[in-house]
Each structure stands twice: as C-alpha cells, then as structure tokens.
C-alpha cells in the first residue's frame, strides 16, 4: 500500500472530513446565505449538528476507532462558531461532546 493512502486510512479521515464539513463549511455557507436565526438555531444547531454528533459517536465505536476521534467535530464546530455564527453557539460545542459521548458509550 502507498505510504499516503495508508495514511490517510490511518488517521481515519472520514471522521476529519465530517468535522470539517458540518463544524467549519456548513456554519460559513450558513453565513454567506444570511440564513435566518430561527433556521440556525432549531435546524442546524439543535437537529442536524445533534444527529451528527449521535452518529459519529457511534460510528468511532462500531469502528473500533480511538475515543479522541469524539473530539474532532466539537473542535472544528467551535473554530466555526467562532468565524462565523453567533456567540451564543459556543455552549453547542459541550452538548455536541457529550452527545458523542453518550453514543459512544451506548454502542456496543
């Protein structure tokens, strides 16, 4: 095997790529589109970040991946409230952890 793509396979990127893209790329499509708060804060912060938060949690553990992979999407999230949403977002970061958590615990 190539030396990148083990890598790659050993970072467990897809994992890097879903932080990346629900924490930092949707809050900044999200920002440039002038969403209103009301979609912001029912849609995106509580349902589809939460979902996201229950499913990588438990994907890390049905995986068989390390624990501080539950760290990625609360990190680049907070990065993205940071850059571009709201101040009041910054208190998503410590439910969408735990959340992760929780999944991870709960996956046998």
Excluded: C, E
Excluded at 95 to 103: D, E, G, K, N, P
Aim: charged share 5%; aromatic share 22%; glycine share 4%.
């Amino acid at each position: 095997m190539n030396k990148s793509l083990k890598f790659f396979v050993q970072i467990k990127w897809r994992y890097w790529v879903a932080g990346i893209v629900l924490g930092v790329l949707l809050p900044f499509v999200l920002h440039i589109t002038s969403a209103s708060h009301v979609f912001i804060d029912l849609w995106f912060l509580m349902i589809i970040n939460t979902l996201a938060a229950i499913v990588l949690g438990s994907l890390i553990k049905a995986n068989r991946a390390h624990w501080a992979l539950l760290w990625l999407f609360p990190i680049f999230f907070l990065l993205g409230v940071y850059l571009f949403l709201p101040k009041y977002a910054y208190y998503f970061v410590i439910v969408y952890l735990t959340t992760s958590y929780i999944a991870y615990g709960l996956t046998s």
